[in-house]
């Protein structure tokens, strides 16, 4: 009987310990954004949704026409980019616009983000550059995403595969 008060207390103990334990890595603080950067939820679509072709690059033909070069190889070293298609998730949508140069991903911006929530924009600003990574490490749309950001992991990963598409870059 003695114990009881000792037991009733380290029980409660325990239990703020494990509530108060933060369990997800997106309960990191953000660094402060630059005094007049544009917020991401304002950002614009590109003015141009069509991938950029450059002179030189493979040009589609009339059916029944023999072509000399396949519209999906695209020249080694030219430098093209593409935006993504617009993707819907539950708390709002994304479109990126990815940069190639031959088959190589150089980069991935996101050109859109609309949310509904604060919660969803801090958890795309810590998902956006660690989705980009993956993207430019695997080289394709083809990545595990971000664990506790799934709908957005997902919604991107559709936005880079639709630029790729446009790009003919597999």
């Known amino acids: 009987m003695r ?5 009733i207390a380290g029980t409660f103990a325990g ?4 509530l108060a334990y933060p369990t997800h890595p997106l309960h990191l603080k953000l660094p402060a954004q630059a005094a007049g950067s544009a917020s991401p939820a304002t950002t614009a679509p590109p003015a141009s949704t069509s991938a950029t072709t ?16 396949p519209a999906t190889a695209p020249p ?3 430098a093209r980019q593409a935006a993504g298609a617009d993707q819907p998730y539950p708390y709002g949508d994304i479109a990126v616009q990815v940069k190639v140069a031959g088959t190589r991903i150089t980069d991935v911006v996101v050109t859109r983000q609309q949310v509904i929530d604060g919660t969803s924009s801090y958890i795309n600003q810590q998902a956006f550059p660690l ?3 993956q993207v ?3 080289q394709s749309a083809n990545i595990n995403g971000v664990s506790g950001a799934t ?7 559709n936005s880079v595969q639709s630029a790729l598409d446009k790009l003919g870059v597999k």
Do not use: E
């Open 15 to 18: 239990v703020a310990g494990i």
């Open 136 to 138: 430019l490490a695997a």
């Open 3 to 7: 114990r009881a008060p000792y037991v």
């Open 76 to 78: 080694s070293s030219a």
């Open 151 to 157: 709908y957005t992991a997902q919604a991107y990963v």
């Open 54 to 69: 450059l002179p030189g690059s493979a040009a589609t033909t009339a059916p029944g026409s023999a072509a000399t070069t």
């Open 131 to 133: 989705l980009r990574q």
